[in-house]
């Protein structure tokens, strides 16, 4: 932020709050009302037209939730929790969207969400110990405490593809999908990419479009999704053991209920283990994943449950030299997001479905009429862009944050993200993140950590208060070594192996590297809680000025 900017702040009107939340997604719409009921004056800002964060943008074809419902949503109101139902056991767009609208109508939480508006800076001013917060539209608050609820997904990333703005048909991004109906009926399509969302698209629209051309560089492992209504006397009861449900959440590996063995692979016969990776795929979900305990540790083992996955690939698709351009290789199952599909690969049996590979075929260029490889031109009415996020990192780097003694966060991140307990960063007293970077973010439950950080936050303000202190932040030693830990856990694991967006590797110029707490959400939890115990270990405290001292 430039001084003229800095000048500019200071000469318009401001506005005084407590706390700044940025971002109204899960962890946005909690944070509102937890600092709320706490007395404070809080005020959100949301880039997007109401509360639902990814949920209010990604409206594209058959997007859907990879975790439990009953796991997706809130645990911090027990009234929410019992009159709220959900339809499915794996939940659609529409359904988790209506879901986040009902909790923002049951607490009224719009009234706090300035909506349309986008933080375009922030700055920290020592002398008065406060946030200066700006928007785009124009308007200047000023904060004792920023919080940060922009999530890991937010800032969608176009393909590094030649000619994109010269393509005159109907280019989309699953990111940032229509919120009008969009016709595709008849028409020929291009979907770029195969990950979670490229998968989701891809079995929605062959069915129902006239050609689909499926441009993948990188296959994906996807297992069968499985999804089912759930039953009235199932949703009964769960709502009465949701106090039990929630518990076995917080302290899991994962911040859900799914299961999670202590099994290792090796522990038992070969004949036992297929069956187990039998059962695992026939019930559904992400139950494969929790199977065994050791398949992100043990590369061996991973080989072995990968090869089942690649053998089921052929089971299903007819063509045997599409079925083989659709197997993940060069890297370990589950070290990409694991996705889940329903009929993903039966998609491919479809005559008006077309596999591009192109790792033997790469894009060259978008062109007026389509796409063009090297063995030629494609001519599409419809070009989805499916190619993800600049993830954990890409919205806090977004716009201008300067802390203390005017060091600006995108010099702090040079080199890849930095932070204490994913929550601080030493150099910016006051601001916090909830699933930032160098937490376990995109690894687990995305709600139970934002409930957990959200309530961190809340604890450590109430300390403040308490006992007259004025800021806080971490120590630089706490940070190192905090991201010592980070590291040497992401060594063990083979999540570090593979060339994704955890590791900032579908972004141009980007640092590489795994900047995620890998020892599960329960260790996360564990950890946290112990520094809060022993008095805020790792966190420097500033006290209040007296009146009229200097």
């Known amino acids: 932020m430039s001084n003229t900017d800095q000048a500019h702040i200071r000469s318009v009107a401001t506005h005084r709050v407590d706390v700044v939340v940025v971002g109204a997604g899960f962890g946005g ?7 709320r009921q706490m007395g404070l004056k809080v005020q959100g800002f949301e880039a997007g037209g109401n509360v639902g964060g990814v949920w209010y943008w990604n409206r594209y074809p058959g997007a859907r939730v990879d975790l439990q419902s009953i796991d997706y949503s809130y645990s911090f109101s027990p009234e929410i929790e019992q009159e709220w139902t959900w339809p499915e056991e794996f939940s659609g767009q529409p359904d988790v969207l209506a879901y986040q609208n009902f909790v923002a109508d049951r607490l009224d939480l719009r009234k706090d969400i300035r909506f349309n508006t986008r933080v375009t800076g922030a700055v920290w001013n020592t002398d008065r110990a406060l946030w200066t917060v700006v928007t785009d539209q124009g308007d200047t608050f000023e904060a004792t405490y920023c919080v940060m609820a922009t999530g890991p997904l937010s800032i969608p990333k176009d393909p590094d593809i030649p000619g994109l703005n010269r393509f005159k048909g109907q280019l989309l991004r699953a990111a940032k999908w229509p919120h009008e109906p969009v016709n595709l009926a008849g028409k020929r399509v291009g979907v770029i990419g195969t990950g979670s969302t490229g998968i989701q698209i891809v079995q929605e629209l062959g069915p129902k479009v006239g050609d689909l051309y499926v441009y993948q560089r990188t296959p994906s492992f996807t297992m069968p999704m499985r999804n089912r209504k759930l039953e009235p006397d199932y949703v009964a009861e769960v709502k009465r053991n949701y106090a039990g449900i929630r518990e076995v959440a917080r302290n899991s590996p994962i911040g859900g209920t799914r299961p999670q063995s202590t099994r290792a692979f090796f522990s038992v016969t070969r004949q036992q283990r297929r069956q187990l990776l039998e059962d695992g795929w026939r019930n559904g979900g992400l139950a494969l994943l929790g199977t065994f305990a050791d398949l992100l540790i043990n590369p061996e083992a991973n080989e072995e449950v990968a090869e089942f996955i690649r053998d089921k690939i ?21 070290a990409r997001r694991p996705c889940l599909d329903t009929g993903y690969y039966e998609t491919y049996n479809l005559p008006n479905v077309h596999l591009m590979d192109c790792l033997t075929d790469p894009i060259l260029e978008v062109t007026e009429r389509g796409v063009r490889t090297q063995a030629g031109e494609v001519e599409l009415d419809t070009l989805i862009l499916a190619t993800g ?8 780097l977004a716009f201008d944050v300067i802390g203390r003694d005017g060091r600006k966060l995108n010099e702090h991140w040079k080199n890849g993200a930095r932070s204490y307990l994913g929550l601080m960063m ?16 995109a690894l687990a439950n995305i709600i139970r950590i934002s409930e957990h950080d959200v309530d ?5 303000i109430t300390h403040m208060d308490k006992n007259g202190l004025e800021t806080i932040e971490p120590s630089k030693d706490a940070e190192d070594n905090w991201m010592s830990l980070v590291a040497t856990l992401a060594q063990r694991s083979l999540v570090s192996k593979a060339k994704t967006w955890y590791v900032g590797a579908n972004v141009r110029d980007k640092p590489q590297g795994l900047t995620l707490f890998t020892g599960g959400f329960g260790k996360y939890r564990e950890l946290c809680s112990a520094a809060v115990q022993d008095g805020y270990r790792g966190f420097v405290f500033g006290q209040k000025k007296r009146a009229g001292s200097a």
């Open 29 to 35: 719409m909690y944070a509102i009302y937890k600092y």
């Open 314 to 334: 052929s089971e299903v698709v007819r063509d045997p030299v599409t079925a083989e351009k659709l197997k993940p290789r060069g890297y370990p199952v589950f």
């Open 389 to 396: 996020y600049d993830g954990l990192t890409g919205a806090l």
């Open 426 to 441: 030493e150099g910016f007293p006051n601001l916090f993140m909830t699933t930032g970077p160098n937490g376990p973010a």
């Open 456 to 460: 961190l936050v809340a604890g450590a």
